[in-house]
């Protein structure tokens, strides 16, 4: 019986592929990085070599590790929380970024 893998396709269509799943860790045989993943998880789909697909939202990296030749990657779902609390930060950025352009554009009026 062949040995269950799984391919990780990220929101940009990278494609990280042959992982095998030990717990909530995928083990990859070829180096993963964390700037290759980050930015890039508003939308994962996991496909199995059974022909199973599990699409996900808004997740997380949580660690890569490297442990006898073999990248250990785990991965998690965002809560309801977490999200609303990135879409404020957001919001207050925007907001922050609004209010420092008014004031330098009324300390060039004023001048």
Known sequence: MAKRTFTIVLDDDTQIK??????????????????????KLSKVTLKGSDGSIEEHG?????QITQDGGKWWLCLRDL????????AL???????????AELTELIASISQ
Do not use: C, R
């Open 58 to 62: 808004q997740m997380t990296l949580v």
């Open 18 to 39: 042959s992982l095998e799943l030990n717990g909530n860790s995928f083990i990859s045989k070829t180096e993963l990085k964390a700037a290759d993943i980050e930015g």
């Open 79 to 86: 809560t309801d929380a977490e999200i609303q609390a990135a």
């Open 89 to 99: 930060k957001s919001q207050l950025t925007d907001a922050n970024n609004a209010i």
